[in-house]
């Protein structure tokens, strides 16, 4: 019996919050875990989910990640407790700082250290939701005050996790850590001795790891180098993902064509593409990595191929994992 649970990813930034439904009945009706979305700027995922509530729809559901910039850490409490009461159900939201240049935007200036500012975020937001005052004063966040006391269902305050040093500080201080187009040898071999190593600095259980894992079915007229481009073309120009990359020996070096760094996630097991037996043989190796929640994102798929055939191919991802 397999220990890893299953969930869903969202593929596509939301234009329309009925655009949600589909996914979020998936989940209702089947045995995936929760629904996952990813930050976007088009309909804020904060407010997509508490639509889905609003239409009766009341699933569990995650946010992976939303990006620091963008709101205090006070204001990110009174948004996690908000669609917690709303929505009724246990959620997780990861805090993740985004990239250089978008801290840069908002921030005029990148975060001095990333691994600081995310440390005084986590821990702010954990304080507020666990309904105690939180007297806060550091180098990049302060916070003197607290949120409603009143009962919410259970938020799980995670991060984004890419690199071994921010492994280390979710082990420290978060309930989870949440990873995008890592490898399940890297997340066996970095993140995962990361995670418990920092766990035990602090004393402390390890978090639960999310592995959000691009994915898709071998089919005619498809070919996985230009799907994993449909997935991640964003991610795989960033900085921070190329050195997550590269660490985990994935051959995506400055010069190169976007299509020769989709090929080399696909030869790296980044991007997992192939008939059911070899996903189903690729998704094992999260669980035997150490991933206690796996995450089928299909954003490759609906951007090449469409919502139809999406939500097909999810529907029988889901029944060859069996939780369909």
């Given at each position: 019996?397999?220990?890893?649970?299953?969930?869903?990813?969202?593929?596509?930034?939301?234009?329309?919050?009925?655009?949600?439904?589909?996914?979020?009945?998936?989940?209702?009706?089947?045995?995936?875990?929760?629904?996952?979305?990813?930050?976007?700027?088009?309909?804020?995922?904060?407010?997509?989910?508490?639509?889905?509530?609003?239409?009766?729809?009341?699933?569990?559901?995650?946010?992976?990640?939303?990006?620091?910039?963008?709101?205090?850490?006070?204001?990110?409490?009174?948004?996690?407790?908000?669609?917690?009461?709303?929505?009724?159900?246990?959620?997780?939201?990861?805090?993740?700082?985004?990239?250089?240049?978008?801290?840069?935007?908002?921030?005029?200036?990148?975060?001095?250290?990333?691994?600081?500012?995310?440390?005084?975020?986590?821990?702010?937001?954990?304080?507020?939701?666990?309904?105690?005052?939180?007297?806060?004063?550091?180098?990049?966040?302060?916070?003197?005050?607290?949120?409603?006391?009143?009962?919410?269902?259970?938020?799980?305050?995670?991060?984004?996790?890419?690199?071994?040093?921010?492994?280390?500080?979710?082990?420290?201080?978060?309930?989870?850590?949440?990873?995008?187009?890592?490898?399940?040898?890297?997340?066996?071999?970095?993140?995962?001795?990361?995670?418990?190593?920092?766990?035990?600095?602090?004393?402390?259980?390890?978090?639960?790891?999310?592995?959000?894992?691009?994915?898709?079915?071998?089919?005619?007229?498809?070919?996985?180098?230009?799907?994993?481009?449909?997935?991640?073309?964003?991610?795989?120009?960033?900085p921070h993902y190329q050195d997550m990359l590269r660490k985990a020996g994935v051959d995506v070096?400055?010069?190169?064509?976007?299509?020769?760094?989709?090929?080399?996630?696909?030869?790296?097991?980044?991007?997992?593409?192939?008939?059911?037996?070899?996903?189903?043989?690729g998704l094992k190796e999260y669980e035997a990595a150490g991933v206690d929640e796996v995450v089928?994102?299909?954003?490759?798929?609906?951007?090449?191929?469409?919502?139809?055939?999406?939500?097909?191919?999810?529907?029988?991802?889901?029944?060859?994992?069996?939780?369909?």
């Amino acid at each position: 019996m397999s220990l890893v649970e299953y969930s869903v990813q969202l593929p596509f930034s939301t234009i329309k919050a009925e655009q949600v439904l589909p996914y979020a009945s998936l989940v209702e009706w089947t045995g995936a875990r929760r629904l996952w979305q990813g930050q976007t700027f088009t309909v804020e995922p904060h407010q997509a989910f508490t639509f889905l509530a609003g239409t009766g729809t009341r699933i569990p559901v995650g946010l992976g990640v939303t990006l620091m910039p963008l709101r205090h850490p006070f204001e990110a409490a009174i948004q996690a407790a908000s669609m917690a009461r709303i929505i009724g159900q246990d959620l997780t939201i990861g805090y993740g700082p985004g990239g250089r240049n978008f801290q840069a935007m908002l921030r005029a200036a990148p975060y001095r250290s990333p691994l600081t500012a995310t440390r005084e975020y986590v821990q702010i937001v954990k304080g507020l939701l666990a309904g105690g005052l939180v007297e806060f004063v550091g180098e990049y966040f302060t916070c003197h005050g607290a949120v409603s006391s009143t009962p919410v269902p259970r938020v799980e305050v995670a991060m984004g996790v890419l690199r071994e040093r921010m492994a280390t500080l979710a082990g420290q201080v978060a309930d989870a850590a949440i990873t995008w187009l890592t490898p399940a040898q890297y997340l066996r071999d970095t993140v995962v001795p990361a995670l418990r190593a920092g766990a035990a600095e602090a004393g402390r259980r390890p978090p639960r790891l999310v592995a959000i894992v691009p994915l898709a079915l071998s089919r005619p007229g498809r070919t996985a180098s230009e799907l994993a481009l449909a997935s991640n073309a964003a991610h795989l120009q960033a900085p921070h993902y190329q050195d997550m990359l590269r660490k985990a020996g994935v051959d995506v070096a400055k010069g190169h064509a976007p299509e020769q760094a989709a090929g080399a996630v696909v030869n790296a097991g980044a991007f997992l593409y192939g008939d059911a037996d070899f996903l189903v043989r690729g998704l094992k190796e999260y669980e035997a990595a150490g991933v206690d929640e796996v995450v089928l994102n299909l954003t490759g798929v609906y951007n090449s191929a469409g919502p139809a055939k999406t939500l097909a191919e999810l529907k029988l991802l889901l029944k060859t994992v069996g939780v369909l």
